[in-house]
């Protein structure tokens, strides 16, 4: 879901998943991003232009599928 930023209240505190064919297979907190919210975007807008609705990809919570026993794999 996207919100603006008057719906969030610490946006270093949000929930960050994903889910394959409505299984959670990652699940974490921006908490627990090695970089802050704050300092990925100040980074990202030095590098070009952030737009309304723009996403900014971060990498990936624990529980990554190459890693799971067994491994689930996209494919």
Same mark, same amino acid.
């Given at each position: 879901d996207l919100v603006?930023?008057? $719906? ?8 960050? @998943? +994903? $889910? %394959? ?5 990652? $699940? ?6 090695? @970089?802050? %919210?704050?300092?990925?975007? +100040?980074?990202?807008?030095? +590098? @070009?232009?952030? $737009?309304?609705?723009?996403? *900014? @990809? ?5 529980? *990554?599928? %190459?890693?799971?026993?067994?491994? %689930?794999?996209?494919?």
């Amino acid at each position: 879901d996207l919100v603006t930023t008057d $719906e969030i209240d610490d946006p270093h505190d949000l929930e960050i @998943f +994903a $889910e %394959v064919n409505g299984e959670r297979l990652q $699940e974490s907190s921006t908490e627990n991003l090695i @970089f802050g %919210v704050d300092e990925l975007i +100040a980074f990202c807008s030095r +590098a @070009f232009t952030l $737009e309304p609705g723009d996403l *900014v @990809f971060t990498g990936t919570p624990p529980g *990554v599928g %190459v890693y799971r026993e067994p491994p %689930v794999l996209l494919g």
